[in-house]
């Protein structure tokens, strides 16, 4: 099975998923969609920089988006300047340096286009062995601090009234996503790696209960739109990636029909008892 191309993505894809959806509860959370965008967008430095010094693009990829983290919690300290404004700086800055770079070196090795968009059906043995080694020890992570993290996103005066490490624990959650840039930007790309982080996460939110249960959903579904759109770009003949944002985007849309749908028997009481 390991020796179709198909397979090989479907296997990496439904890694990346399943590290992504419980990741992409806490950006949901916090209202830091833009957050994604920007570690995501500071992996194009990173790769162009680790061509320059013959270095392992996954290490590239993920020292520079630690700094763009590091860089974050120091300039929100700074006066006058808000989260949404710093991370704009963050993330523009770091995609032209990229672009910049790319062009003042000549890196003809550069495929900016895969940089950009990814492609999973080029995933190797390898990939799928660093990817799912990568991602069960970030999800190990994201277990061990899900307790504090929750809280801190919850109420951060209370957490840190219990003297919990809200701080260092962010710098924590930051760091594991700026891994999972490195890990997946192959496959996924720069543009697209941020949907498998928001979409499915938005999607579990109508129908989990509780925080945990929304993690394990969002991983679902997440996994549910590979599969979905990659066989759907098998079928179509069209490209995987984009595919995979689409399907997870049905599958949010479809959420909001089935809200809408468990919505309405209430609704219809509701009227009823007013015009009694």
Sequence with gaps: MMDSFFARALIAGIAIAAMAG?????????????????????????????????????????????????????????????????????SHSTLAAGLVLIA?????????????????LAASKTDILI?????????????????????????????????????????????????????????????????LLIIPAATARRFAPTPELMAVLAAFVGIAAVVGGLYTSLWLDTPSGPSIVLAAAVLFLASLAAGAIRTLPNRHRMEGRDND
């Design 131 to 195: 990817t799912y080694l990568g991602g069960a020890g970030i999800l190990l992570i994201l277990i061990l601090i899900w307790r504090p993290l929750l809280a801190g996103t919850v109420s951060p005066d209370i957490a840190e009234s219990e003297s919990m490490p809200t701080r260092r624990v962010r710098m924590i959650f930051m760091l594991i996503m700026a891994l999972v840039i490195a890990l997946a930007m192959k496959l996924t790309g720069v543009v697209l790696l941020t949907s």
């Design 22 to 90: 419980p990741l992409g509860c806490f950006v949901v959370w916090r209202r830091m969609a833009y957050f994604g965008d920007t570690m995501a967008h500071s992996g194009l430095l990173g790769v162009a920089l680790a061509l320059l010094f013959n270095l392992n693009p996954v290490v590239g990829v993920f020292a520079v988006a630690a700094a763009v983290s590091f860089a974050m919690l120091a300039l929100e300290k700074a006066p006058g300047l808000s989260t949404d404004s710093v991370l704009g700086i963050l």
């Design 104 to 120: 003042l070196t000549g890196l003809a090795r550069l495929d900016l286009h895969g940089l950009l968009f990814g492609d999973i």
